[in-house]
């Protein structure tokens, strides 16, 4: 059975309470969702950074990124030497917010709702939830280290403070809105094809 094109007026007056619902969820549930990500973003930054990371800890949606270093008459060395390692906070939020964003995009198409539609975006969502994590915890201790202390200590091309600027950028002010809007699309395509077509051939 054909569907009909999706009903935009319809759509865009049941987005603002979906959003408004959705992110609630998610303001209470943020620091649940957080929990896998910074879990596997461990694991990441382990084999990313095994000079200078040491373990990632979660309090609330906030993380914590330890380095192997710590502070001693304010002066960095080991953390052995200095029996104390430095740590450092970073709101996992500003990347999760892609999640509840998604969710009321698609609970906003009343009569269109696929579970495994939801499901599988929400899945790839998380997976660049992820890596963004990865990210955001590597730009906070670069920052609070210095680049001479993280990314150029590792001796790697990849690793350096420009690509590192760069993709925090891209994790943090792109990817969370680009990201669920072309998933959303790509998903309802079929229903958004009719609206396309008649904007590039309005006769």
């Known amino acids: ?8 007026r319809r759509f865009v007056l ?10 609630a969820l998610w303001w209470s ?13 461990e694991w990441l ?17 906030t993380g914590l990124v330890f380095s192997t270093l710590g502070e001693l008459n304010g002066q960095l060395m080991s953390a052995q030497a200095a029996r104390n390692y430095l740590a450092f906070e970073f709101n996992t939020q500003i ?6 964003f998604f969710c009321a995009l698609t609970f906003a198409a009343p009569g269109n709702f696929s579970l495994e539609h939801l499901l ?15 990210i955001l ?3 906070t201790l670069m920052v609070g280290l ?18 590192v600027a760069l993709l925090y950028q891209v994790c943090t002010l792109i990817l969370p809105i680009l990201i669920p809007v072309l998933i959303w699309v790509a998903q309802k395509r079929h229903l958004l094809a009719p609206h396309f077509n008649r904007i590039y051939n309005p006769s």
């Open 95 to 100: 990347l999760s917010f892609s999640l509840p």
């Open 137 to 139: 915890a590597l730009k």
């Open 29 to 41: 549930l943020s620091g649940w969702l957080a929990s896998p990500a910074l879990s596997a973003s």
């Open 14 to 23: 049941l987005l603002f309470p979906m959003l408004a619902i959705c992110f």
């Open 146 to 163: 210095g680049p001479q202390n993280v990314v150029e200590s590792q001796g790697s091309l990849f690793l350096n403070i420009n690509t």
């Open 1 to 8: 059975m054909n569907q009909q094109p999706l009903n935009l």
């Open 45 to 61: 930054l382990a084999w990313w950074l095994p000079d200078s990371f040491h373990l990632l800890q979660q309090k609330g949606a």
């Open 120 to 134: 599988e975006g929400l899945a790839a969502l998380y997976a660049v939830f992820v890596i963004s994590v990865a």
